[in-house]
C-alpha cells in the first residue's frame, strides 16, 4: 500500500459538525476558486434538458419491447453517460429502509459515527474528505464509505451497529444492485454486438467487486462559493445511485453546461464509470458529474459502485479495436487506477484522460 495513504494530512471535521454549529460563513478550505464555482446553467441546456429516463420493465417485455428498451440503455450510455431508471425491480420497500436507517446513522450523536472515522488506505467507515493532498480544497459533505464484494474486503468492524437493522438492510440491498448492475452488463454487452456475459466475464466473473458510498450533505450557509462534490466521473465500472426526490443537487455536465437531475420518486440513476468506457473503447462514456449544495435543506444519497475485479488489466476489447479505431487507452488494474483518487481526490476527467494511447 503506498505510503501516502497511510493516513490524513491534516485533521478530519465533520461537515455536519460545522453546520449544525450554526456558523454563518464556511471555513475558507471549502471555498472554491472562483472558475469551480456553482453558477446558474448558462443557455438552454441548463434549463430545458434532462437525462433520459427508461423503463427497465420492458426488457420483460415483448421482443420488440426488449429491444427498444436496449437500444434506449445504449443510447443514454452513448449520449449521456446517465440515464434515470424506473421499474427496475429493486423492493420498494427496501429502498425505503435504506434511506432511513442511514439518516438515522447520520443523525447519531459525532461520538458515535467517529468511533467508525476511515483511513486513506480502504475508505472503509466514516469519513469527510477524499483525496491526501495536505491543503486541498475540500468539498462540502460526509459520506460512510463499504466494502460489499468480494467477501474479503468487507471489514465489519467498520460497519455501524447502530441502528440495529443497518446490517441487514445494507446487505440486501447491496444484493439487490448487484442483480440489476448483472442486467445491465449484459444489455451493455448485446448493445456493443459482443457475448451478453462478455462484460460481466472481463469484470471477473463472479469475483466483481462491489461497494457503496452513503453521501451526506448538510445544510450549507453560502452554496455559492462551494460544491457537495467536486467534478468527476466515477472511476469504476457503473454506478447505481439512489437520490433524494425531496432535495435535487445532481449535475451532469452537458457539454459546457450543468444540467440538473430532477430524481423521480422510486427511480434509480444510473452511470458508466471509466472502466466501461475503457473496455467499450470509448463506445460509451464517463461524464462529469458534480453535487451543489443547499441552504434550505441537507440531503442525502446511496452511490452504489460495480467494479471489476481489482488486479485485472483494464484495456479496450479486441473485438472493438479495429484500423479506424485503435485501443485509445492503456492496461491498468483497477488497484492501479483508484489510486489516483485516493491521492488527488475528484478531478474532473483527468484520470481517463492520461491513460490515452499515444
Known amino acids: 500500500m503506498d505510503s501516502q495513504l497511510n493516513e490524513w494530512p491534516e485533521p478530519i471535521v ?5 453546520a449544525e454549529s450554526g456558523a ?3 471555513p475558507e478550505c471549502y471555498v472554491k476558486a472562483i ?3 456553482p453558477a446558474a446553467p448558462a443557455g438552454a441546456a441548463g434549463k430545458d434538458l434532462s437525462i433520459p429516463v427508461i423503463d427497465l420493465g420492458r426488457l420483460g417485455g415483448s421482443a420488440v419491447e426488449c429491444r427498444a428498451t436496449m437500444r434506449a440503455i445504449a443510447d443514454a450510455c452513448r449520449e449521456w453517460g446517465f440515464f434515470q431508471a424506473v421499474n427496475h425491480g429493486v423492493d420498494a420497500d427496501l429502498v425505503d429502509e435504506m434511506v432511513a436507517v442511514w439518516r438515522e446513522f447520520f443523525y447519531l ?3 458515535e459515527k467517529k468511533k467508525l472515522a476511515n483511513s486513506p488506505q480502504t475508505y472503509e467507515g466514516y469519513g469527510s474528505r477524499l483525496g491526501v493532498e495536505k491543503g486541498a480544497t ?5 459520506y460512510f464509505y463499504l466494502h460489499l464484494l468480494p467477501n474479503c474486503a468487507k471489514n465489519f468492524d467498520k460497519w455501524p451497529t447502530k441502528p440495529a437493522s443497518c446490517r441487514k438492510i445494507t446487505e440486501e440491498y447491496g444484493r439487490q444492485m448487484a442483480n440489476l448492475c448483472g442486467t445491465l452488463m449484459k444489455v451493455l454487452s448485446i448493445s456493443l454486438g459482443l457475448d451478453v456475459g462478455f462484460l460481466q466475464e472481463k469484470f471477473g466473473g463472479d469475483e466483481i467487486g462491489t461497494c457503496m458510498r452513503i453521501n451526506y450533505y448538510p445544510k450549507c450557509p453560502q452554496p455559492e462559493l462551494t460544491l457537495g462534490l467536486s467534478p468527476h466521473s466515477d472511476p469504476g465500472g457503473l454506478t447505481v445511485l439512489l437520490a433524494d426526490h425531496r432535495v435535487s443537487g445532481l449535475q451532469v455536465r452537458r457539454g459546457a453546461d450543468w444540467v440538473t437531475v430532477n430524481p423521480i420518486p422510486g427511480a434509480l440513476i444510473v452511470n458508466v464509470g471509466d472502466q466501461i468506457q475503457v473496455l467499450s473503447n470509448a463506445t460509451y462514456k464517463s461524464v462529469d458529474h458534480r453535487v451543489v449544495t443547499n441552504a434550505a435543506a441537507e440531503r442525502m444519497s446511496v452511490a452504489f459502485f460495480f467494479n471489476p475485479k481489482c488486479d485485472l488489466p483494464m484495456e479496450p476489447a479486441r473485438e472493438l ?3 479506424d479505431r485503435p485501443p485509445m487507452y492503456r492496461p491498468m488494474t483497477f488497484n492501479q ?3 489516483f483518487i485516493r491521492k488527488k481526490g475528484p478531478m474532473g476527467k483527468s484520470h481517463v484522460d492520461s491513460l490515452q494511447a499515444m
Not at 14 to 18: E, L, P
Open 337 to 339: 487506477y483508484r489510486l
Open 35 to 37: 472558475a469551480d464555482r
Open 24 to 26: 454563518a460563513l464556511i
Open 14 to 18: 465533520a461537515v455536519q459538525s460545522i
Open 321 to 323: 479495436v479495429t484500423q
Open 138 to 142: 475540500l468539498d462540502w459533505g460526509d
Open 109 to 111: 450523536p459525532m461520538e
